[in-house]
């Protein structure tokens, strides 16, 4: 891995074992994703991993063609073997040079290799926090994941308007935590808690 790369299985490895220990009465449960339930998340994880798994393989096709839609994702009833697996080939297809480099296409959107692994990143790190917080379990992302997410965000932003990629940021604190920082570009307050 060069310095525009970074090992994604660390971060897989996180998700992977935060959805194992989801119980089942709480998939209904809100996240600090507006109007998605921690089933919800679990099922745009799953998703989210073939896509991008398959982005990083350029087979483009109905898995990177298809836009997100976070609260309104279903959750398989194999999604406990199922997200596992699509998280282990998530990570081995971005250890490969070829799948940062060039241009693939990630929820409908053509976009450079590169671009496509950072979004990556940020979707495992964000969403990981979203799953950590609304089952109550401790989290701690992989730190290069963690700053490849944090660019991302942070490149994505309009100071002038209050605004990021995925809608208004929650103001952080400059010197807060990284992760904090991450979240509140991303439009999340880092101090949600469960209802």
Not at 23 to 42: E, H, K, N
Not at 60 to 83: F, M
Not at 153 to 168: N, Q, S, V, Y
């Amino acid at each position: 891995m060069d310095a525009t790369t970074i090992d994604l299985n660390p971060q897989t490895l996180v998700i992977a074992r935060l959805a194992d220990t989801v119980r089942d009465a709480q998939l209904t449960d809100p996240t600090p994703c507006p109007g998605c339930s921690v089933g919800s998340m679990i099922g745009h994880l799953l998703g989210l991993s073939v896509a991008f798994r398959d982005a990083g393989r350029k087979q483009l096709g109905a898995t990177t063609d298809t836009a997100p839609d976070v609260a309104g994702t279903a959750l398989p009833p194999g999604w406990r073997t199922e997200l596992p697996k699509a998280l282990e080939e998530l990570a081995a297809v971005w250890r490969e040079p070829e799948s940062w480099s060039g241009t693939t296409r990630a929820g409908g959107v053509d976009l450079p290799g590169a671009v496509a692994g950072a979004v990556a990143a940020d979707e495992l790190v964000i969403h990981g926090w979203d799953l950590a917080r609304a089952t109550g379990q401790e989290y701690a992302p992989d730190e290069g994941a963690l700053r490849m997410a944090h660019g991302f965000l942070a490149a994505a932003e309009d100071k002038e308007r209050g605004e990021g990629i995925f809608g208004p940021v929650v103001p952080v604190r400059e010197d807060a935590p990284l992760l904090d920082r991450a979240l509140g570009l991303s439009g999340r307050d880092p101090s949600w808690r469960r209802p």
